[in-house]
């Protein structure tokens, strides 16, 4: 099975922004919901925000206002900009294409292996 690929994760201090990035194959096709999903140490992984194939987004209320999803049809990327970073934020950001508007890891297919974000204080 082909994977995903993200990218863009390293060490930032509260209050900062990083842009996450994940890379597809043509195979995920633009009708494909595309997702991205975390999970800090000790605990499961949880959605963190989804964009269908017409543009509409779910994101957790933990990131509502701070982070935004988008993609980029040209390139079938999909990126996930985070600002006002807290430590909370903390965690492994997996990038995922499924078959569902949903924060629901059940409904995604594929998977990356996953980028880190760590924010300090």
């Known amino acids: 099975q082909v994977q995903l690929v993200e990218s863009g994760g390293g060490a930032v201090q509260a209050g900062g922004s990083l842009t996450l990035a994940c890379a597809a194959p043509?195979?995920?096709?633009?009708?494909?919901?595309r997702g991205w999903f975390r999970q800090a140490t000790g605990k499961s992984r949880e959605g963190v925000a989804v964009?269908?194939?017409?543009?509409?987004?779910i994101y957790a209320d933990s990131v509502k206002g701070r982070f935004t999803i988008s993609k980029n049809n040209a390139n079938n990327m999909v990126y996930l900009q985070m600002n006002s970073l807290k430590p909370e934020d903390t965690g492994m950001y997996y990038c995922a294409a499924g078959s569902a508007l949903s924060l629901m890891a059940t409904w995604f297919n594929y998977w990356g292996q996953g980028t880190q974000v760590t924010v300090s204080s």
């Open positions: 964009i269908a194939y017409g543009g509409n987004v």
């Open positions: 043509s195979y995920i096709h633009g009708n494909t919901y």
